[in-house]
T-cell receptor
Framework: EAQVTQNPRYLITVTGKKLTVTCSQNMNHEYMSWYRQDPGLGLRQIYYSMNVEVTDKGDVPEGYKVSRKEKRNFPLILESPSPNQTSLYFCASSSDRIWTDRNTEAFFGQGTRLTVV | GENVEQHPSTLSVQEGDSAVIKCTYS??????FPWYKQELGKRPQLIIDIRSNVGEKKDQRIAVTLNKTAKHFSLHITETQPEDSAVYFC?????????????FGKGTKLSVIP
């Protein structure tokens, strides 16, 4: 089954304690990205990656890091979490071939609800 | 980068009526416009999309229209049903220099009243 898997689903942590949210996809997609969802602000892109070892900042990258050492994995790292990073996080992946008939749908993970106290 | 504005932020309709959600985008180089539906507590899922070389696309009760000149696109849901109640997001994909970003609107909470 084609899917994007995030872990953990829920996480409560304290300010300053480093954490990693994992994301893995089994569709051989080139493109992966991270979004945070906050009430009234929609989905805002944090980082994205076009392929292995290629990452770029999205609209709200401050306080986050990512890596893309393998095509299937795209972890989100919070080196020193702060309360303003309390949010619902989504990982997504898609093919980058938008001018072919291949499906270009972005598949989202289940989401990770992070609370930083 | 791209900027996507979505209106309205909330929309209530009677069951059986139509619902229309509108989005505008800023960068004329954007070439792909998907719509996602997010039910309460779930992940966003694609419901329909349109590419910049097409003006309209329909799939049963839902349709999307694109006006490239005016840089806006709209989602139309006809004969609404209670299960259409959800948050809907429009998005625009900007392709530039071998890379692209997918930028979302802020979402529209649609409530279909039985």
């Amino acid at each position: 089954e084609a899917q994007v898997t995030q872990n953990p689903r829920y996480l409560i942590t304290v300010t300053g304690k480093k954490l990693t949210v994992t994301c893995s996809q089994n569709m051989n997609h080139e493109y992966m990205s991270w979004y945070r969802q906050d009430p009234g602000l929609g989905l805002r892109q944090i980082y994205y990656s076009m392929n292995v070892e290629v990452t770029d900042k999205g609209d709200v990258p401050e306080g986050y890091k990512v890596s893309r050492k393998e095509k299937r994995n795209f972890p989100l790292i919070l080196e020193s979490p702060s309360p303003n990073q309390t949010s619902l996080y989504f990982c997504a992946s898609s093919s980058d071939r938008i001018w072919t008939d291949r499906n270009t749908e972005a598949f989202f993970g289940q989401g990770t609800r992070l609370t930083v106290v | 980068g791209e900027n996507v504005e979505q209106h309205p932020s909330t929309l209530s309709v009677q069951e059986g009526d139509s619902a229309v959600i509108k989005c505008t985008y800023s960068d004329s180089a954007s070439n792909y416009f998907p719509w996602y539906k997010q039910e309460l507590g779930k992940r966003p899922q694609l419901i329909i999309d349109i590419r910049s070389n097409v003006g309209e696309k329909k799939d049963q009760r839902i349709a999307v229209t694109l006006n490239k000149t005016a840089k806006h696109f709209s989602l139309h849901i006809t004969e609404t049903q209670p299960e259409d109640s959800a948050v809907y997001f429009c998005a625009a994909r900007l392709w530039r220099a071998g890379s692209y970003q997918l930028t979302f609107g802020k979402g529209t909470k649609l409530s279909v009243i039985p």
